[in-house]
């Protein structure tokens, strides 16, 4: 049975008085694996951003699992842009999973039931044997299993990922994608990117989002919708009439 | 270490001992956050807006010490709310509260009829005139500062290392950044009387530093941090009076050159992790 599990309805965001999100609405099914694609500057981490409650929208209706965003964070897996950390900081991959424990409650260490959770979901990403490892001294793509396993702790029911693949070899990619596809049995998945290959290869509904967002709930891409979203950040800028690019689906 | 036992038999070498013991205690735990999470900037400017406590502590005819720990607390506060508003970048509120709050301690010290005797001290400090009293304080600050990182502790390196996602899994991670602020506030009152209201950033960042180059896991960091910070400024009290010179700067030049030295050293060979 579908339901929804996040739904904008005419969410309008601004920074500087200038709008960095204009009326979007949107309805996240259970089990959807959505990909939203967009220029750079197009409010895509701001999008997700209101779905986490970490940015309260002007006007606008957030709803996560039927509730307000803030309730149910526990409930949301998110995969920030890696590129964002301090790859220096004295912290190990394991302590870096557990962190995503750290709010189920506050004072005192890890309980017995954390730690068995940060090794198995660590176990699932193939990363257990770096676990004593500090979280620099990992590969890109390493890496960003572990961010995967930070996310995946908390045991959520949709999983956000920004950009998830910049900066990641191609062959790791494919590796990393593989993992997002055993995922998507269980979870909702909703990924940014500006990857179009992998999101067309990978995704079963595809959003494309500069300020506005157009979504059809659409699913299957051919290889002429791969082509048409290639140029739909493109056709975007140069026209401002996306529509006629997706309106092909 | 004969010299040891010959300063100890002067009192105010075994309170100046005591003192830089627990400075350590303080500096080495609270500064790994300060080089960690890099807010060393912040905590210059927390330090030394604290200087209008001790203006107002000379103004009130208050002990200055007792002074400082309310208004470090709340300069710590303003600079870590001011600074997160929009449009206004967070080194410039460090710049004007780190100012005001020097010139605020200046005009209280003004207003305060005579002579202000032990104003230079305050300033660039002297370990060897610290009265019972204050390691009192100093003991006391301690506490806090342990039990509070004690508590908190994997909280805070979840808020350390990523606040944003802290915030996601629902860590309290705003708060904690200003109980952090708080913290360092509550270190610059312990070492005011080690090194002093404008050396102080230096013993919350050169120990924390070397000690990185060590390890990689944030606790053992602190103990090898609180073990730097108190070799500098044992050294530093023992050359001090050797040659007569002041001891905070003593102090903060022993550990610059021992942060000097471990630049040569091949970093993390000692601890794996």
Known sequence: MKSEVIGLRDVWVYHDGLPVLEDVTISIQRHDFLGIIGPNGGGKTTLLK????????????????????????????????????????????????????????????????????????????????????????????????????????????????????????AHVQTEFYEILEKLKEKMTIVMVSHDLTAISIYVDKIACLNRRLFYHNSKELTSDDLEATYQCPVEFIAHGIPHRVLKEH | MVWMIEILQYEFMVNALTAALLSAIACGIVGVYVVVKRIVFISGGIAHASFGGIGLGYFLEIEPVLCVIPFSIASALSIGEVSRRRGLSEDSAIGIIWAMGMAIGIIFISLTPGYAPDLFSYLFGNILTVPHSDLLIMLLLDVVIVTIVYLFYKEFLAMSFDEEFATVVGVPAHKLYLLLLCLVALTAVVLIRVVGIILVIALLTIPATVSRRFTDVLWKMMILSMIFSAIFSITGIYLSYLFDLPSGSMIILVSGVVFLLSLLMPSRHIFKY
């Open chain 1, 50 to 169: 209101v779905m986490l409650g970490l940015i309260k929208p002007e006007r606008g209706e957030v709803k996560v699992l039927g509730g307000d965003p803030l309730r149910n964070r526990g409930c949301i897996g998110y995969v920030p842009q890696h590129s964002l950390f301090d790859h220096d900081f004295p912290i190990s991959v394991m302590d870096v999973v557990l962190t995503g424990r750290a709010g189920q409650r506050l004072f005192g260490s890890y309980t017995d039931q954390d730690r068995k959770l940060a090794h198995d979901t660590l176990k699932m990403v193939d990363m257990l044997p770096f676990a004593k490892r500090q979280i620099g001294k990992l590969s890109g793509g390493e890496r960003q299993r572990v961010f995967i396993a930070r996310a995946l702790v908390t045991k959520p029911e949709v999983l956000l990922l920004d950009e998830p693949t910049a900066g990641i070899d």
